[in-house]
């Protein structure tokens, strides 16, 4: 087995509270050494050493919340294309989203997507089951039999559950077999009729809105019923200040609850909407900017979790629409590094904070490796220059959709290897 030995890197790693310079030594698939401590062992005979001066290796990251075409839209996305643009961020392990067709809300759909991952992807590729047969919201799926398949988690993905009796019962479930359901919330009533947040912009548009209230109303019952049932809840993805008040309330009551936010809703807000330009289009819908400031200060606190890509990707067909007429959506996995990075730099959140929102807490919350250096992990891990500049550009995007947020923006920290099990699967 070959042995890589990096060098000189500043060395990145919250699940030892570590930010050091030092060496990084991988032999085959593990990690044997990462640390200042490890410049003193020595390199082995024929390792190939890597001069990492004035670069960071962190954890790979750990995307936990991604949408795939396949099966039933390949033309939008594959497992093996999202695993080349994930490669290409930073990101060594994704949980893939049941939103497919046929839905993985059965073991056979779970066991294809782990068997196509084998063959196909060069990242880890986790399935997350649904909580509901179909997405409908009405009868539950088998929780202990696709546990067992190897679903890491439940979700009804982009669908709300309607029934806080099937809600109540898919927490106790998922409690008895030691699982996380993971919840994105919005009232039909109130929100499925409008396309963006409800404003004085939305106004301006002519354009239909949707208040925040149709995300926290049905969190609100979401956390309700947690702290009933005792069983794990994630809130999937938030983006009003209401909601993050909220899950820090439910914190505090020592409710087992976490919370996870896109990198868009960090990184933009309703304003960039601009003249109806449909890549904007998202569930939640961008926010107001004090929303967007609420959501890092949430992130600061430890309100917030995780940060996820979101990654959603849609065709020309159905972006290039009039904006109300346009699918909801946007990629994600090349570029969440990138865009939250901004974050960094502008000192608004620690480095060490950032990783850990980004690998080492994603990886606890869905029970999964990674997410760490530590001596005896597998080396998932990334190279990263944290102040090389770099334009995000469609002719350079790997996902089979272009539908990015970022199209012409300009990033600060590029990506320029990427390791899984101690396997190069990218190189800038």
Known sequence: MSVTVFENARIVDPSRGLDETGTVIVDGRKIVAAGADARNQGAPQGATMIDC??????????????????PGAEHRETIASASLAAAAGGVTSIVMMPDTDPVIDDIALVEHVLRAARDTASVNVFPAAAITKRLEGREMTEFGLLREAGAVAFTDGRHTIESAAVMRRALTYARDFGAVIAHETQDADLGNSGVMNEGLYASWLGLPGIPREAETIPLERDLMLARLTGGAYHAAKISAAMSAAAVARAKADGASVTAGVSINHLSLNENDVGEYRTFFRLSPPLRAEEDRLAMIEALRDGTIDIIVSSHDPQDVDTKRLP?????????????????????????????????????????????LPGGTLKPGASADLVLVDLDEPWVVQESGIRSRSKNTCFEGARLQGKVLQTMVAGRTVFTA
Request: charged residues 20%.
């Open 53 to 70: 001066r004035g670069k960071a290796i962190l954890p790979g990251l750990v995307d936990g919340r991604v949408f795939i075409g396949e």
């Open 323 to 367: 904006f109300a007429d346009a699918a909801v959506g946007a990629i994600g996995l090349e570029t969440l590094l990138g865009a939250a990075l901004r974050l960094y730099h502008n000192e608004d959140v620690t480095l060490l904070r950032l990783v850990e929102v980004l690998s080492t807490a994603p990886a606890r919350l869905f029970g």
